[in-house]
């Protein structure tokens, strides 16, 4: 399902608006790490579920936003790609 959300045009724009998503996916991911950690409960794969939509969502736009941008730029922006090193 195609989302309705458009990109801006600019280059420095663009650039902003994936380095603010990356930061999203990452907060999604502590989330994530967190309820890992916690003891099991009935309400923790419902809790799993939402985080992975959420990934999805924030991980389509930046596949939408890369086609846009140079191979200098998405080697610019990779340092942001993931703060955990697994």
Same mark, same amino acid.
């Given at each position: 399902?195609r989302?309705?959300?458009?990109l801006?045009?600019?280059?420095?724009?663009?650039?902003?608006? $994936?380095?603010?998503?990356?930061? &999203? *996916?990452n907060? #999604?991911w502590?989330?994530?790490?967190? =309820?890992?950690e916690i003891? $099991?409960n009935?309400?923790?794969? &419902? *809790?799993?579920g #939402?985080?992975?939509c959420e990934?999805? =969502?924030?991980?389509?736009?930046l596949?939408?936003?890369r086609?846009?941008l140079s191979?200098?730029?998405i080697?610019?922006?990779?340092r942001h790609d993931a703060i955990w090193?697994?």
């Open positions: 399902m989302r309705n959300i458009t801006p045009k600019g280059n420095e724009d663009l650039k902003r608006l $994936y380095l603010y998503v990356n930061q &999203k *996916i907060e #999604i502590q989330e994530y790490v967190h =309820f890992s003891t $099991y009935p309400a923790t794969p &419902k *809790i799993f #939402i985080i992975f990934m999805d =969502f924030y991980e389509e736009i596949g939408r936003i086609v846009h191979e200098d730029d080697l610019e922006l990779k090193d697994w």
